[in-house]
């Protein structure tokens, strides 16, 4: 049997990236898998090939996520989980950020994040659960990322906040927080099809090995595996959590 028989887990941003390995991980699992993303060539791919269920999904849209609900009610009858991974990082010094650009990320990482819990929550059988993407800035400062690491502070707020409110349901809400992860956001070389991604791999690895513990940047499959652990019963009595995987990235500086 797999960890997650018979549940229905929306999965936001899962067309690539962590989002995809989330799905991949949790279809395997025996989930009934909701990829919800803005890229519908490359979510609908990934849904034929896993047997699940595509929507497109803008997350900043409100009516996008009734859509989404209505549609994974429609195939499957219910809801059980929700995982909102969708975001999007902008590199820039606090003081030359654009209100643009600034708004731009809290839309997508924050007030996505906020229209998926306040939708999705209400139709979750009891006994559900929330996962939720923050991120090593979340819990730290980290220069040139401000619009990035202010919205996913929030995203730690909202996560602490629908875990008080939503525990009488017995639904669990936590988040986790990467540190450098290989996908597309740490990695736009992967966008590239002509790219040798092994190399370009190889070389994130490089770069982290003297700043992460560790000694190398993480994998999405990494991400994937702590995202199941907070959606399956082996986390049955954590709630309002932050999980921090980030190779050892916020131990600490070491000098030797």
């Given at each position: ?6 549940r229905v887990v929306i ?10 390995q989330e799905a991949r ?131 730690l707020g909202l996560t ?97």
């Amino acid at each position: 049997m797999g960890k997650l028989d018979g549940r229905v887990v929306i999965v936001t941003g899962a067309a690539r990236g962590q989002g995809e390995q989330e799905a991949r991980l949790f279809a395997a699992e025996g989930a009934r898998v909701v990829v919800a993303d803005v890229l519908d060539e490359q979510g609908e791919t990934l849904a034929k090939e896993l047997g699940a269920l595509y929507v497109h999904l803008d997350v900043g849209e409100e009516g996008d996520w009734r859509s989404a609900v209505t549609a994974a009610k429609d195939a499957y009858g219910h809801v059980d989980g929700l995982v909102n991974n969708a975001g999007i990082l902008r590199f820039n010094a606090l003081v030359d950020t654009p209100l643009d650009e600034f708004m731009q990320v809290v839309r997508v990482n924050q007030v996505g994040c906020f229209l998926g819990v306040r939708t999705v929550a209400p139709e979750l059988e009891d006994g559900g659960t929330i996962v939720n993407t923050a991120s090593y800035t979340g819990v730290t400062g980290m220069a040139a990322v401000g619009a990035y690491a202010a919205t996913k502070h929030a995203v730690l707020g909202l996560t602490r906040v629908a875990a008080l409110e939503l525990a009488p349901r017995r639904i669990r809400v936590n988040a986790v927080c990467p540190g450098a992860i290989d996908t597309a956001m740490s990695n736009p070389a992967l966008l590239d099809p002509s790219a040798d991604r092994e190399e370009t791999s190889r070389a994130l690895d490089e770069l982290y090995r003297k700043l992460v513990p560790l000694g190398r940047i993480g994998r999405p499959e990494e991400v994937a595996r702590l995202a199941l652990f907070l959606t399956s019963g082996d986390s049955s009595y954590i709630t309002g959590q932050p999980f921090v995987i980030d190779g050892g990235w916020l131990a600490g500086v070491s000098i030797v």
